[in-house]
DNA sequence: AAACTGACTATTTAAACAAAATTATCAAAA
DNA sequence: TTTTGATAATTTTGTTTAAATAGTCAGTTT
């Protein structure tokens, strides 16, 4: 695999645990590469030994929590038994991936304009996976007969992700929001579920 | 109606016109009360006389906008011949208010967070008024017996002014704006009019 | 009295600078 | 090869000052 010996990828490893912890709890910009060290009981130095910088630290983290992503959808998407399992599936798997992250992903709120072009890379990949596994979910559906034939599944999917990205709460006076609030997720979850049901129709016959 | 006479309002209306062309060409913080009253030759001290601030005037521009809006999308919506066709009217009035005025809002882009309450008042109001004939448009299609009987037409329509909202175009690498670019416009009207198609057609039988 | 202005004050923005905090480097040690 | 202490470089934070702009008001004009 990696150039470094075995030894070198558990520490990088460590490391990567701990920042993942610091940036969880208190954000990237409140994270100091001090207390990171300090965290482990090393030296500032030998994180800069393995990692470039302190944005590539946090983007190494970042691609960590994305393969899991990843991983953990192919997983699931690999059994569904109908186009909409599927969707839950997907909806059910973000959501609990922004919970459990909601401070790690600080760094976004911040930056909001001009995120690193690796973020988006990761950002991308992520919607290529899901592209592909529900594209191939709503093709396996249509060859089944179960909902109209599409000639572009990918279309499909990337509007409904649009859509179910777009569905926020209904603050007090009307959503004044850009980023959604921690105690609205579920709300929001809530909401999704009812959008994919109507939309899930709307691709039947 | 008001306290004020008829040359008051006359006057009001030049000055409204006047800041609204400033702030529809130069953005909110480009534009001074100096380059304001200029255009109308007249002192600074006179806007002050007619408004009690600035921001008081930019808002009293977006009130009289979103009258303009509300008024007509009432008109439209007197007449529409079904669901789909109402909602479709929905989407091309706010698109081509978004289009006319898309640099007059560029005062949201740099306030984005904490834009004053009565800003998000306005808005407020103008989605009251969506909810309000959209959601009578749901509920006569229901008695007509064209799609499902809904218990509660305004979570819909809510949800759907949601879906559309988060749709985006995909730019080069996976969509990195939050306020769409001016030029993304067109696409996104299209793909919000083929998931109004899906939506409507998931409300049917 | 209502509409208006010039000259004034108050506030905000910006630029320049210094101090402190933090990131990043490197020669040398383990 | 891995690790560190000392140090350099950069970024952030706070302060001051000057300029631009917002906002006020006594008084003039209609």
Known sequence: MSSGSDQQDIKREKILEA?????????????????????????????????PDKSQLYIAVMRKLAAEYIQKLQNKLNKFENLKEAFIVQIDTQHDFVVKNYNFFDFFRVNEQNLPDTIWDIITEIHQTEMVLLSAAIQIEADKGNIKPVDNPGEIVDLLLDALHGVRVSAVSHKKVIFPQKEHLEEIHTKRLLLLDIFIKGLMY
Chains 1, 2 share one sequence.
């Open 19 to 51: 920042a993942y912890q610091r940036f969880l709890h208190y954000g990237y910009s409140k994270t100091t590469m001090n207390e990171i060290a300090g965290d482990l009981s090393l030296s500032k130095a030998l994180l800069y030994y393995y990692f």
